[in-house]
């Protein structure tokens, strides 16, 4: 009787937990989300000295600007504009774009492909790379190995990517002819393949098209390498640190009294409890390169959200500019978020309580 | 480092300056303090690439100061008919010329005080008023905590690049919108770091002996608890330089940030882009620099966090 009542209301205990953990989540998601919207709203509407004339143009008669004034609810008190613009938002509407004409959701969902898959080759290469390396770094600490990872990760910390990208395209390009010009597809290929779900590489692989698939390949694999640099820089940093914390464990030494290999230990039982917190850094740097892109699509003429936007911003296209920062803004704070309730999933320390 | 048993045969005034400044029971405020700093620069100046960043820093700043002295030519006039485009080591013109015919290295020299004073800016901006939300909002606990950390999170939660170029696009380009747009970006982490080091001291021994006094909360916020936060504070600003000034070039080099003729180097990129297959070296030289000072302020947070920190030194 006794157990079971106390197991009961343990069993009660957890999952009240485990609801108001879900509750703050959601709570914590929607005001992040909201406070998004409020920014923007306050950079498309209160920044701009008037935005109906940034709208007509300053020439405009002042019949017309009252019009337009009224048409657009500038008129209305400002929180009243804000609620309108939220309800705009939450459906989607972000307006149209001058530059394309067309609706600015419809432009963006056309080239985000383009951008998540750039920045997922990204990642595969910087945690490929960066992982193996901070390891090694961690385990020969104080070593030549250790130094040159250290070099390396501040080196990607330091130099500017639109720069590295220039000096990369002039040399494995232009100079040695080794990767393809700027763009995601050659000439001969861009008006008759036709993308199902808009990644290059997927699509190319599923419809068996081999020679796309390589063409594709040597388009992505430089500003891909670049972003990848970038993010090994982070990761191998971070493992190093994580690893160094998990080997001077004693756990540690109970495998080595044991008798396990050093390559058992270090690769086994380190690594597989310093994962926990680095699936949170993988994530976070993944939701990095999709912002960290812009630069790279506008140097390698990439046609993501990021040249997009810069597009955009020279011909003054606020809808699109704002509507590709809350897209960027909400994908960013989503992984921000998931990968946070990820590594509380993950390290059963973090479930208690 | 010194063995009081064991005093080594050095000369006498060096060695007693040394004492006077590790000794263990100081006689006055100043002399603890001067010796905490010995102590702080011994281990910082054994670290070889930190003091390889202090030096490149070092440098920046007087070059910044001495530009027009450096500077063999002038950093916005160029010579169009005779000095167009020559490549480095051409004589005068040490790395060469850009397309209006103006000395690279003297665009570079004078260029620093654009970056430099990007970066100051921005640490004068953000630094203190992550330093003041932070302190309130550990210090006051409660609502206040809960709101001003919400706040502060949402903005955690935001690209940092993406939001300064849509705040640039609507303010207009230039540097001053570029420096504004960098510092409400930046100053999350420092509320964050403040607030954590205050729910560090605040429950301590020496903040409730002041608050029997009869300090008020400002005075102990301001005067017993942002002292406390200033060293992280200055280690993690330093961190956060190189990404500043890579931002600020991000933005000049999309056209967003300075705008020509002044030298800013990010700028100056963009501008020798369209050389970049025969003079490549116009777009090369600014980006060296950019490298080289961003290098400079990163080895130097990682040698100041070491030599304040040694817990976590190495790590």
Known sequence: ?353 | MTDPSSPAPSTAPNESWREWLLTAEPRSRNQARLGRAYVTWRRFSENRLAVTGLLIIVALILVAFFADLLAPHSATVGDLAGARLLPPGSPGFLLGTDDQGRDILSRLLVGSRITLAVVALVAIIAAPVGLLIGTVSGFAGGYVDAVLMRITDIFLAFPKLILALAFVAALGPGIENAVIAIALTSWPPYARLARAETLGVRNSDYIAAVHLMGASPTRIVIRHIMPMCLSSLIVRVTLDMAGIILTAAGLGFLGLGAQPPLPEWGTMIASGRRFILDQWWVATMPGIAILIVSLGFNLLGDGLRDALDPRGAGR
């Open chain 1, 1 to 353: 009787m006794f157990h079971s009542s106390a197991k009961q209301t343990a069993g009660l205990r957890r999952a009240r937990g485990i609801m108001v953990n879900i509750g703050r989540f959601v709570v914590m998601l929607a005001t992040t989300y909201l406070g998004l919207l409020a920014v923007t709203f306050f950079i498309g509407r209160v920044v701009p000295i008037d935005p109906v004339l940034a709208i007509v143009g300053d020439r405009a008669p002042a019949s017309v600007v009252e019009r337009v004034r009224e048409e657009m609810g500038f008129n209305l008190p400002l929180w009243r504009q804000f609620v309108l613009y939220l309800q705009q938002a939450l459906t989607g509407d972000f307006g149209t774009s001058v530059l394309t004409t067309n609706p600015v959701l419809e432009d963006i969902v056309r080239v985000f492909p383009a951008t998540l898959e750039l920045a997922t080759v990204g990642t595969l290469i910087g945690a490929g790379l960066g992982v193996p390396l901070g390891v090694i770094a961690a385990v020969r600490r104080g070593s030549i190995a250790d130094q040159i990872v250290r070099i390396v990760g501040l080196i990607g910390y330091s130099v500017p990517i639109f720069w590295l990208g220039l000096l990369s395209l002039l040399l494995l390009y232009a100079k040695l002819k080794w990767v393809a010009y700027p763009g995601r597809l050659d000439i001969a290929y861009e008006y008759t393949f036709t993308p199902i779900t808009g990644l290059y590489l997927i699509d190319a692989a599923w419809t068996r098209q081999w020679d796309v698939l390589w063409d594709a390949f040597r388009h992505i694999i430089l500003p891909g390498a670049l972003l990848g640099y970038f993010s090994l820089a982070y990761i191998s940093r971070m493992t190093r640190s994580f690893m160094l914390n998990e080997l001077g464990q004693e756990y540690i030494v109970a495998a080595r009294a044991k008798g396990l290999s050093e390559r058992r230990i270090v690769w086994f039982h380190a690594l597989r409890n310093a994962a926990v917190p680095l699936v949170t850094v993988i994530a976070l740097s993944y939701a990095g390169l999709l912002e960290g892109s812009v630069l790279t699509e506008t140097v390698f003429s990439w046609p993501g959200i990021g040249l997009y936007i810069t597009n955009s911003l020279q011909n003054a296209d606020m809808n699109a500019v704002l509507g590709g920062t809350i897209v960027i803004g909400s994908v960013f704070i989503t992984i921000n978020m998931l990968s946070d309730l990820l590594y509380r999933l993950l390290d059963p320390r973090t479930r208690a309580r």
